[in-house]
């Protein structure tokens, strides 16, 4: 609706035609002058469209009039007038439209100052739209600056996108940790089972070790464990050894081994009792039984003495061997050698053992140790008029003969 209001004559009210942009006239009377002016001839009035189409009503015809008769679609200024344009100055300064005034004939009248048509309203009768003019602007209806996000929401969008990185990065560092610690996991299992092979391979070499250790020939280990056990017997005028062997004696004390010979000028005469001694050490041992044929003695004592350890199995030529006696009442002498052979006793005594070892008078009833410290035989004799030939009765055979093994 044109500014001035509704139902308000418009300042041409000329009987002139109402005519569309291409000239011909939209039912206007028969006769009617073509001189007259159209809609919007007046430099002040708004003008709808400037296009083909004036956008206006038949001259002498109500503004309303006109306005009912546009086609659909918002009007430039439907609800409020252009900034600075007051539809009631121009209509009230307007004059009627005069021949001279109107614009030629299809011409549309210029529109004013500061007004620009809106760029898609369709001509009168139908047809194309006129084209929007470049850079024209709907007067009251500014154009709409692009949306711009405020400076909290670009802050708050960067730090969501911040976390969510350091999110992901800490992710991937917690994923990787994960797998580096399983891999030394890993890694400590292997090396401890490797290390648990080591040392369990360690362990059988030093019981290996220790098994090669014990069967190598040491004397001065083999004397030191077996001393304690051995005595100097002293019967009447006669000098020898005695050991003690196996557990101790029935009632306390304890079981020695001694050669027949040793006591036998006490034993003879009914004496029944021997003395021992071992460095400042001295105390009384009787004869419990003898065994002249081959030539053994066993005595008791009540003393407490830690008995020796006979061997299972007999000895074997070359096995190494040390004695251990009184030569000539010399206590706690040592002496090495190696089982020579088996011999027969010359007296018909049975088997005996040859060895190189040096014994002298007094050696007689001594122990013969091998290398593992268990008793082998007991030191007996030696060949008269040479050197390096002793012999002894097989532990075996004594053991048979007296059971106090």
Not at 164 to 180: F, H, P, T
Not at 226 to 237: D, E, H, T
Request: charged share 15%.
């Amino acid at each position: 609706m044109p500014p001035g209001g509704a139902g308000q004559p418009s300042a041409a009210t000329g009987a002139g035609p109402y005519r569309p942009a291409g000239g011909a006239s939209l039912g206007a009377p028969a006769g009617a002058s073509s001189a007259a002016p159209a809609v919007g001839a007046n430099p002040g009035a708004p003008v709808m469209g400037s296009g083909p189409a004036a956008g206006g009503g038949p001259a002498g015809s109500p503004a309303g009039a006109a306005w009912q008769a546009r086609p659909s679609g918002p009007p430039a200024y439907a609800s409020a007038p252009p900034s600075g344009f007051s539809g009631a100055s121009v209509h009230a300064s307007a004059a009627p439209p005069s021949a001279s005034s109107a614009p030629p004939f299809g011409v549309p009248a210029p529109a004013p100052a500061g007004f620009a048509p809106p760029a898609s309203v369709p001509p009168a009768g139908g047809g194309t739209p006129a084209a929007p003019i470049s850079g024209a602007t709907t007067p009251g209806y500014p154009e709409k600056a692009p949306r711009r996000l405020a400076w909290p929401g670009v802050v708050a969008l960067t730090l969501v996108a911040v976390l969510i990185a350091v999110a992901v990065l800490q992710a991937l560092q917690i994923n990787q940790l994960s797998d580096r610690l399983a891999e030394a996991d890993r890694r400590n299992a292997d090396a401890q089972s490797s290390d648990d092979g080591r040392l369990r391979a360690l362990e059988d070499q030093t019981a290996q070790l220790a098994a090669q250790a014990g069967k190598v020939f040491n004397p001065e280990a083999v004397a030191t464990a077996v001393l304690p056990s051995v005595f100097r017997v002293k019967a009447g005028n006669f000098l020898g050894t005695a050991f003690a062997v196996g557990k101790p004696a029935t009632g306390g004390g304890a079981n020695l081994f001694t050669n027949f010979h040793v006591v036998e000028s006490v034993w003879k005469a009914g004496g029944r009792e021997v003395q021992l001694e071992r460095q400042s050490d001295k105390f009384t041992a009787t004869i419990v039984e003898v065994d002249e044929e081959n030539d053994l003695a066993h005595l008791r004592t009540s003393e407490k003495i830690s008995g020796l350890v006979v061997a299972d199995k007999p000895v074997k030529s070359g096995q190494q061997i040390i004695v251990v006696g009184s030569p000539l009442g010399l206590s706690d002498s040592v002496t090495t050698g190696v089982v020579s052979a088996f011999r027969n006793d010359p007296d018909g005594a049975g088997t005996v053992i040859q060895f190189d070892a040096p014994i002298n008078p007094g050696n007689s009833g001594g122990p013969v140790i091998n290398g593992e410290k268990k008793v082998v035989g007991i030191a007996t004799a030696k060949a008269r008029d040479a050197e390096g030939i002793g012999l002894a009765v097989p532990i075996g055979i004594a053991c048979d003969s007296i059971s106090i093994c």
